[in-house]
């Protein structure tokens, strides 16, 4: 039990009463006048002690599991890194209304805004109220029960009660950017979202059909022997290739492990692999996934269609990352005898380390022999910072020049890569979605693999 505001008003205006009553002694027959204020005091504080307690006792009553009940109205699957909205329903039960401060018990790590919800449930009636949730990990997890503190009808007292909520949730990559990105195609508004709207007929390199030649057509696709042939300007027209290998490969070993604000970089990767995947139903590609860091963890092999983009979800929603070296030689190589067909290669890692970057180097040299790699490489953000600050004295100054010489390894290593003919996306971890779908799009719509 616990007594509210006004209880606690009502005491302290008894107390302040019965130490007022001293002043009546300086009256003649002051003590007379003092032992009955005395006396009604006691009155007082046993006439409220009495109320409180009857109070206490219908808010126990009124708060029991038969009586009030609630129940959570949640999306299926969670969003990582997004705020989603829970919905809390509280069932009253009783014959009269009664006021209630909800809170719900979420995983531990999560974070509820607002974590107190404050309700009037009317007699016989429910009442809804939201909150939101921010996940920051994937996995299997599990609410708890809904605490609720049931205030009397008199306002006098207030019980706490756990209503029976309890159950398991788990939290996938992030869903609702997908959504949203449904959204912006819908509106024609890809471009705020910032990815590049890509007109798919006649932008690819995949022959389709012969038209007439129009003022704003690319005049290097004349088709001279059909203009011979008609006696008119004719163009080729082209479309974007479709039904290719597209294989994600996503390195979980210690560098995808930093945290960026809220989420990993390997938080980050899952997402940017699952808004690839829906983007490439668009042009019916075939996708494949490597998940590896020391070993190979996971292996999808390439096929289209709905059924394997759920295969990817139950892949990734509970992929974690280790603290552990990377073997990209041998994830090649896995990859090349279980697929040797030449596919496009998208290969999530970071590229920091001297000695790891040296590694990559050469796999991907092998890599490149069977496949056409895409090197998306997530750029540490917290480094950049310390590259960037200005030192004030000689401890910072050589954290900042070591900050400095593990950049410049990493864009010489980058610029290494593309030398060698490879494909690389420098992104920081928030625009990796984003920058990994315009790279696709932009290979789609104006490279032949």
Not at 22 to 29: F, N, Q, S, T, V
Not at 46 to 57: K, P, Q, R, S, T
Not at 248 to 263: E, H, W, Y
Not at 296 to 301: A, F, G, R, S, T
């Amino acid at each position: 039990m616990v007594p509210t505001r006004l209880t606690v008003w009502l005491l302290a205006s008894g107390l302040m009463a019965w130490l007022g009553g001293y002043g009546l002694l300086l009256l003649p027959g002051g003590e007379n006048w003092l032992t009955a204020l005395r006396g009604l005091v006691a009155g007082f504080y046993l006439g409220v002690f009495l109320l409180v307690g009857i109070d206490a006792w219908l808010a126990r009553r009124a708060g029991r599991a038969e009586r009030l009940r609630v129940r959570r109205e949640r999306p299926a699957r969670l969003s990582l890194g997004v705020e989603n909205e829970i919905v809390l329903v509280v069932e009253n039960r009783n014959r009269r209304s009664v006021r209630l401060l909800l809170r719900d018990l979420p995983p531990p790590s999560f974070r509820a805004e607002p974590s107190m919800l404050e309700a009037r449930v009317p007699a016989d009636g429910w009442f809804r109220s939201s909150y939101r949730l921010l996940p920051i990990e994937r996995g299997n997890f599990a609410f708890g029960d809904v605490a609720v503190r049931c205030r009397g009808p008199l306002g006098l007292a207030c019980v706490d009660a756990m209503l029976p909520a309890a159950e398991d949730v788990q939290v996938y990559p992030n869903l609702l950017e997908v959504r949203r990105y449904e959204a912006l195609v819908r509106s024609t508004l890809v471009r705020s979202g910032g990815y590049r709207a890509k007109r798919l007929p006649g932008a690819g390199r995949e022959f389709s059909h012969y038209r007439e030649y129009t003022r704003d057509d690319d005049f290097r696709h004349v088709s001279w022997k059909a203009t011979a042939r008609r006696n008119k300007p004719i163009t080729s027209a082209f479309e974007s290739e479709h039904s290719q290998d597209i294989i994600f490969c996503l390195d979980i070993g210690r560098t995808m492990a930093a945290r960026v604000g809220t989420l990993t970089k390997l938080d980050h990767a899952i997402n940017a692999v699952l808004m690839l995947t829906h983007v490439s139903q668009t042009f019916q590609d075939n996708l494949g996934l490597l998940v590896f860091s020391h070993t190979i963890h996971l292996y999808l092999p390439p096929a289209k269609g709905r059924a394997q983009h759920a295969r990817f979800l139950q892949a990734l929603y509970s992929v974690k990352p280790e603290l552990c070296y990377v073997n990209y030689r041998e994830a090649f190589a896995h990859l090349i005898a279980r697929h040797p067909k030449r596919a496009l290669t998208m290969v999530f890692t970071d590229l920091l380390d001297d000695v790891v970057s040296r590694d990559y180097l050469d796999a991907s040299a092998l890599l490149r022999r069977f496949h056409l790699p895409l090197t998306l490489a997530v750029a540490d953000v917290p480094l950049q910072q310390l590259a960037a600050r200005r030192p004030e004295n000689s401890e910072q100054l050589y954290d900042v020049l070591v900050a400095r010489e593990l950049l410049h390894g990493r864009a010489e290593l980058l610029r290494s890569l593309e030398r060698q003919g490879a494909f690389v996306v420098d992104t920081v971890p928030e625009r990796l979605t984003v920058d990994a779908v315009n790279r696709y799009l932009a290979l789609k719509t104006g490279v032949r693999m």
